[in-house]
């Protein structure tokens, strides 16, 4: 009886022995089924291989100084394979200098390849300062564009320190020294430094749209003052090429040389490539980022980066029409 019973024992480890491998080897052959459907889908890794193809890629969102996108484009500029490019553009601008930083990138990039932005709901600011970049700007009839001009924006929390009982005492080496601040009344000589310093940034801004757009300064300026347009009217004022979407970029590509059967393939974020690519790129928690950062990145998410949104800006966002509750 006791031999009876071992050789049941025996067959039961055996047999979960067997349905664990079997488990085991259905989800390696899964996996390899899933990488290689990556490898051959649209918008698999072309990105270092020899296929032909023309590369998308897309800026959304409020636009920082972005150091991947800012190698991505790099690689797209190196790589042979890539032989036109498009910039699906949907973003309400950012901060100045993030604006600069990718469009000399798209500038060095466009020396090489032929460059259109693709407008989609957006493109104002520095998101316009972008699309300024390419060699021809592609958008919807009712795609927003414009919103040329420059902001600095501070709280003033004095009156909320007076309630609380607060009082912040300071020493410095000059009056202008770390102004303006929430924590002080702004004055009359902080207001005109500030001034000051956001002109510089528009006439800069101003010029690059003037050479850009081949349009005359004046003509430039008179659409500067900070407004917004229909695709539409954007066209009408010279601010874009031509009213369209994808298929209108890829016959402009074809207009350059890029042959219009190529397969558009779209250039992603390279922590969007990995199995863990969910937690790490949406969280940030990689192991080597800081806490703020982490924090930073999990309210970016949800729409709050504008927050940690530091010196000059060249952002549009619409007042808050919504009807008082």
Same mark, same amino acid.
């Not at 897309?58 to 100084?65: A, L, V």
């Not at 600069?100 to 500038?107: D, F, H, L, S, V």
């Not at 702004?186 to 006439?203: C, G, K, N, V």
């Given at each position: 009886?006791a031999?009876r019973? =071992? ?18 080897? @259905? ?9 290689g459907a990556?490898?051959?889908?649209? =918008? ?8 032909s ?15 991947e ?6 690689? @797209? ?5 890539v032989?036109?490019? @498009? ?12 604006g ?66 607060i009082?912040?005492?300071e ?47 004046d003509?430039?300026?008179r ?50 490539d990995g ?6 790129s949406?969280?940030?928690?990689t ?39």
């Amino acid at each position: 009886m006791a031999s009876r019973a =071992d050789d049941l024992i025996d067959r039961r480890r055996l047999r979960r022995k067997l349905s664990f491998w079997r488990i085991a080897t @259905i989800l390696i052959l899964a996996g390899v089924v899933i990488a290689g459907a990556r490898f051959l889908s649209a =918008d698999g890794e072309f990105t270092s291989g020899p296929i032909s193809h023309i590369a998308k890629v897309k800026i959304e969102g409020t636009i920082t100084e972005d150091d991947e996108l800012l190698e991505r484009l790099d690689d @797209i500029r190196k790589a042979d394979a890539v032989k036109g490019v @498009i910039l699906n553009i949907d973003s309400p601008g950012g901060t100045t200098a993030g604006g600069e930083a990718i469009y000399e990138e798209i500038r060095r990039l466009a020396e090489k390849k032929p460059v259109v932005a693709q407008v989609g709901t957006l493109a104002a600011s520095a998101g316009y300062m972008i699309a300024s970049a390419s060699d021809h700007i592609v958008a919807r009839q009712s795609s927003i564009v414009g919103s040329i001009g420059v902001l600095v924006q501070f709280p003033d929390v004095t009156g909320l320190m007076d309630k609380l009982g607060i009082k912040l005492e300071e020493v410095k080496s000059s009056p202008l020294k770390a102004e303006p601040s929430p924590f002080n009344p702004t004055t009359d000589e902080e207001r005109a430094m500030m001034r000051r310093m956001i002109l510089d940034s528009y006439d800069w801004f101003v010029d690059l749209v003037t050479e850009r757009r081949g349009m005359p300064r004046d003509e430039v300026l008179r659409l500067a003052d900070g407004s917004i347009f229909t695709g539409r009217q954007a066209l009408t004022n010279k601010l874009i090429d031509e009213l369209g979407g994808e298929r209108e970029a890829v016959a402009w590509l074809g207009t350059k040389g890029v042959d219009a059967d190529l397969r558009v393939v779209e250039w992603k974020k390279k922590e969007e490539d990995g199995w863990f690519s969910l937690f790490s790129s949406r969280a940030g928690l990689t192991g080597r980022e800081s806490l703020s950062e982490t924090v930073r990145v999990l309210l970016g998410e949800v729409g709050g980066e504008h927050l940690f949104l530091d010196g000059l800006l060249s952002l549009w966002h619409p007042a808050d029409t919504s009807p008082a509750r």
